[in-house]
C-alpha cells in the first residue's frame, strides 16, 4: 500500500521558497501565506471535509500524520508532499516533547515554547532533509519562510 499524497499537489499557483510551497492556511495571525475563510464547525476539535474551502494543509497533517509515519519510503511527487513531510516530522517533534505526566497547561507551554524556537529551515546545516529540500535564494525568502 503506498504512502498518502497531498489533495493540494494540484495547486499550481503556489508561491515558492526553493521548492516549499507557501499554502493558504485558516488562521487569524498575519504572515505570508494566502488566509482562508473560517468556518463553523460543531466541534472546535473537528476539521473541515477535505472538499471544504476552508481544508488547509495543517488539517492534512493532522490527518494523516498516523497513517504516513508507518511507511518507510515516500515518494515525492510535488511541493505540496514535501510541506506534508515537513509538517509531518514537525507534529512528531512536537509531541516528543510532551509527557505523559504534564497537565495540559505544562504541554501547552512546552508546545508553545517549541513552536517559537529558533528553527532550521532548507539550506541551513542542522535541516534533517536537506537532500529533498532547495535552501531559499535569499535572506529575506529565508526570514518569509520562518514566519
Known amino acids: 500500500m503506498p504512502a498518502y499524497?497531498?489533495?493540494f499537489l494540484q495547486d499550481t499557483d503556489v508561491r515558492l521558497i526553493g521548492n516549499f510551497p507557501l499554502l493558504p492556511?485558516?488562521?487569524r495571525t498575519r504572515g505570508p501565506a494566502y488566509t482562508l475563510p473560517t468556518i463553523s464547525l460543531p466541534s472546535p476539535d473537528l476539521s473541515p471535509d477535505p472538499d471544504s474551502e476552508s481544508y488547509d494543509i495543517l488539517d492534512e497533517v493532522l490527518s494523516l500524520f498516523r497513517a504516513n509515519t508507518f511507511f518507510r519510503n515516500f515518494e515525492i511527487k510535488g511541493p505540496a508532499d514535501r510541506l506534508l513531510i515537513y509538517g509531518i516530522l514537525f507534529l512528531s517533534e512536537a509531541l516528543g516533547k510532551v509527557r505523559a505526566a504534564m497537565g495540559?497547561?505544562?504541554a501547552e507551554k512546552a508546545l508553545n515554547t517549541t513552536a517559537l524556537d529558533q528553527f532550521a529551515i532548507p539550506g541551513d546545516?542542522?535541516?534533517p532533509l536537506n537532500q529533498a529540500f532547495e535552501a531559499p535564494k535569499d535572506r529575506?525568502?529565508?526570514e518569509t519562510l520562518r514566519q
Open 5 to 7: 499524497h497531498s489533495i
Open 25 to 27: 492556511l485558516r488562521t
Open 104 to 106: 495540559a497547561r505544562d
Open 125 to 127: 546545516a542542522s535541516f
Open 140 to 142: 529575506s525568502e529565508a
